[in-house]
């Protein structure tokens, strides 16, 4: 049901590939939810996913930015705010790769080269949007800007490699931005940490499915589904949030605060007999 909670808001949602993506969901939810949007995704991603047909259920134009090039970046602002009739409300950083998780090259084994574009398209990205978006002045007083992020930043998952690192940096850069947008026009930027969700990046993780099945063992409400997280995303963008900002918002039902489940216990114990 609608309760038109983004009504008369404009935003610009980016990294939606696939049905399988939190972007996807985020952009249907706020489009039910009143809201008018942009997609913006790098070129080649534009070519390998499904975009268009979203666009299409969206009513929202596509317009093709590299997140790691500043031009594209600043393009990509006027192009929105012409788009749309004005300054937008609302911002969703969806963006993360990894090559050196693509090409299973273990994180003590490094390929620096790699890891640089890691932290650039996964964490820096972050800042070069919002200083594009500060630069074209494109963001409402009262805005939201999310960035999706992970566990991963505050502990040590084997697979996730460099990732971690670079979600740890995305959190950092929420924080500082969030402190100067805040202090210079009312915008509000927050990460929200949310459970490992089956979603075409997080599948190519290694281990993904452990991950998956330990945490919803692990969390009293076991994990949050990309729609859940899309909805989440929704109230953030509204102006029930509109003092919420520089926080890494945990979004994982419950598993980051939750030292060790009955479930896990009896799986152990489970094990141990079997092999006694």
């Known amino acids: 049901m609608s309760h038109q909670l ?10 939606a590939l696939d049905e399988r993506s939190i972007a996807w ?11 008018q949007i942009t997609l913006t995704n790098a070129p080649i991603a534009l070519r390998m996913g499904k975009i268009n047909e979203l666009a299409k259920l969206c009513n929202a134009p596509v317009i093709a930015a590299d997140a790691t090039n500043m031009e594209d ?49 996964s964490a820096l990205s972050l800042h070069r ?22 566990i991963a930043a ?4 084997p ?13 950092s850069i929420a924080r500082s931005f969030g402190y100067q947008y805040g202090f210079a026009k009312k915008v509000r930027v927050n990460t929200i940490s949310q459970s490992p969700t089956v979603t075409t990046a ?7 499915d452990v991950f998956f099945d330990y945490a919803e063992k692990m969390s009293p409400l076991g994990n949050a589904s990309a729609e859940d997280c899309a909805n989440y995303c929704v109230m953030m963008f509204s102006d029930f949030t509109r003092m ?18 009955h479930l896990v216990v009896e799986e152990v114990l489970k094990g141990r007999a079997a092999n006694s």
């Not at 990894?98 to 790699?114: E, G, L, M, W």
């Open 6 to 15: 983004l009504k008369g808001k404009k935003g610009i949602i980016f990294g």
């Open 73 to 121: 970046l600043d393009k990509l602002m006027q192009a929105s705010m012409e788009a749309l009739g004005g300054k937008v409300d609302f911002i969703l950083h969806s963006i993360g790769m990894s090559p050196n998780v693509r090409k299973n090259i273990a994180y003590t084994n490094t390929n620096y080269d790699n890891f640089l574009k890691t932290l650039d398209i």
């Open 244 to 261: 919420v900002t520089m926080q890494n918002l945990f979004h994982d039902g419950g598993f980051s605060l939750t030292g060790v489940s």
């Open 129 to 150: 949007v919002l200083q594009a978006a500060m630069k074209a002045d494109a963001i409402n007083e009262w805005g939201s800007v999310l960035g999706l992020s992970y």
């Open 159 to 171: 697979g996730y490699n460099d990732m971690g690192d670079a979600k740890a940096l995305l959190e």
């Open 154 to 157: 505050q502990r040590t998952f």
């Open 25 to 35: 969901k985020t952009a249907l939810a706020a489009v039910a939810e009143g809201a």
């Open 202 to 208: 997080g599948s190519g993780v290694a281990g993904f």
